[in-house]
């Protein structure tokens, strides 16, 4: 079992940023893929951004170029950072652990709200 920690969301105008941690219990393994997913009111959860143990990312369409996602082995810990914010961008943001094994692991979601 993994616990994920989430820290780092909160209210921000629009424009603005604003980075969210994420640090895994146990050691991060080459096969475990870190993540953020989102989820706004009465919508699906979807993936945000994800990356690999070597550093390999993937972004979601609308975060491209807005929001980066880096990980730190050494610390267990995946970061998002999140630059020019809209108010689509509102939601709760879920730090995400999957491997080649099918095991996957979420946070207790952190809620990033978007609004002047």
């Known amino acids: 079992q993994v616990q994920l920690v989430e820290s780092g969301g909160g209210l921000v105008q629009p424009g603005g940023s604003l980075r969210l941690s994420c640090t895994a219990s146990r050691t991060m393994y080459n096969d475990d893929t870190m993540g953020w997913y989102r989820q706004a009111p009465g919508k699906q959860r979807d993936m945000v951004a994800t990356?690999?143990?070597?550093?390999?990312?993937g972004y979601e369409h609308s975060v491209k170029g807005r929001f980066t996602v880096t990980r730190d082995n050494a610390k267990n810990t995946v970061y998002l950072q999140m630059n020019s914010l809209r108010p689509e961008d509102t939601a709760v943001y879920y730090c995400?652990?999957?491997?080649?094994?099918?095991?996957?692991?979420w946070g207790q979601g952190t809620q990033v709200t978007v609004s002047s």
């Open positions: 995400h652990v999957f491997n080649e094994y099918g095991q996957q692991y």
């Open positions: 990356i690999t143990s070597d550093g390999a990312t």
